[in-house]
């Protein structure tokens, strides 16, 4: 028998394909170097992972569904992961070690992993359901790809929109005030709120609420220190003034950190791209850069694109990098 014979290959399940799942298989993956765990993903949801932190965005028009996903194992069966979605788990059993999802199929594992996530709290509010269960007609909540859809179907023809729950929103608000200086913007109407702090011409702290297309540029330039522009606006309104808002990709250090939710620097972003990765989407699967809360994605996009540009100046990139 061989040392390979000997390391008997494991099951595991993972319920749930959101991010915490999809994460897990990404970790897995590079860590189980003897191809030792034989994965099976099951996602209620009929979509490949994604990014759910960026819904808003989907929602409010600034990013498409497409944009979202997550840089994650796509439905098949390759790598000794298999993705399935569109499929709920809906028993299991733990003497046998066994799942069954809502097609009948019967999976067994030796770990099982609940990913489940949490569902949206409604409020027991005479009338909201029907007698099945489901909301009324024009009632939605907001925590799937489906939700935004259905959202924007309704939005269609709506005139008038209430909007139960506030979430962090409100503890921010309650942050916000503790700050002395700084200009902030309240456009109650737009659900936005924008605050940037800037002491001896640096950015010493900042909130985005609603609208955080700049936030990129300001979490750039507060991690390096770096001076704000001259135009400060630039800061709050992505597209005001000619200034750009952050530092060219040429000027931002190796070591600073692009992507903090991933701690992925733009040493290693220039590292990946030299070792072949040619989009975003590349430095994504490779780093996970872009694919926490996503903001940092025009900068990556901007670092791949010098990349690109400084090729055709062979010597300039590599006394750069
Ligand atoms: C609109 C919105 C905005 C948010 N914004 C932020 C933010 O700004 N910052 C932040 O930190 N967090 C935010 N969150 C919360 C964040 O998205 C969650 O904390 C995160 O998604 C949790 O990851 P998860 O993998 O545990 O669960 P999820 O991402 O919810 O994934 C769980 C998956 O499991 C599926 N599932 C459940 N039961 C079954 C079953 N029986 N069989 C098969 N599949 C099943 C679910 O449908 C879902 O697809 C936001 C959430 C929403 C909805």
Redesign the pocket.
């Known amino acids: 028998m061989t040392a390979a014979d000997m390391i008997a290959t494991r099951r595991l399940v993972i319920?749930?394909?959101?991010?915490?799942?999809s994460r897990l298989v990404h970790e897995l993956r590079r860590r189980d170097l003897s191809s030792r765990w034989q994965v099976t993903v099951?996602?209620?949801?009929p979509h490949a992972a994604y990014n759910?932190?960026l819904?808003?965005n989907v929602l409010a028009g600034t990013a498409s569904a497409s944009s979202i996903h997550l840089a994650a194992p796509k439905p098949s069966s390759d790598d000794g992961v298999e993705v399935r979605t569109g499929?709920?788990?809906?028993d299991i059993d733990r003497v046998a070690r066994v799942v069954t999802t809502d097609d009948g199929r019967q999976i067994p594992y030796d770990v099982l992993v609940l990913?489940?996530?949490?569902t949206a709290v409604v409020p027991p509010i005479d009338g909201l359901r029907t007698q099945d269960g489901s909301l009324v007609e024009g009632a939605a909540v907001?925590?799937?790809l489906d939700d935004c859809d259905r959202i924007l179907e309704l939005a269609r023809n709506a005139t008038r929109a209430v909007v139960l729950g506030g979430g962090?929103r409100c503890r921010r608000r309650q942050f916000a005030r503790r700050w002395r200086r700084g200009a902030p913007v309240r456009r109650p109407g737009r659900g936005t709120y924008k605050k940037v702090v800037i002491r001896d011409g640096r950015i010493t702290g900042a909130i985005l609420l609603g609208d955080v297309t700049t936030a990129g540029p300001v979490m750039q330039l507060f991690d390096r220190g770096g001076v704000v522009p001259p135009d400060r606006l630039t800061l709050l309104f992505a597209g005001m003034g000619s200034s750009d808002a952050t530092e060219t990709p040429a000027r931002i250090p190796d070591r600073a950190t692009v992507c903090r939710c991933n701690g992925v620097t733009k040493g290693a972003i220039t590292a990946c791209w030299l070792a072949g990765a040619r989009t975003a989407e590349d430095v994504a699967l490779r780093t996970r850069a872009t694919t926490g809360?996503g903001t940092c994605r025009d900068t990556v996009e901007g670092i791949v694109d010098w990349l690109a540009a400084s090729a055709t100046e062979p010597r300039t990139l590599s006394q750069r990098v």
Request: charged fraction near 15%; charge should be neutral.
């Open positions: 319920v749930g394909n959101g991010m915490a799942g099951i996602g209620d949801e759910r932190v819904l808003s499929v709920a788990v809906v990913a489940t996530g949490s907001f925590r799937t962090s809360c």
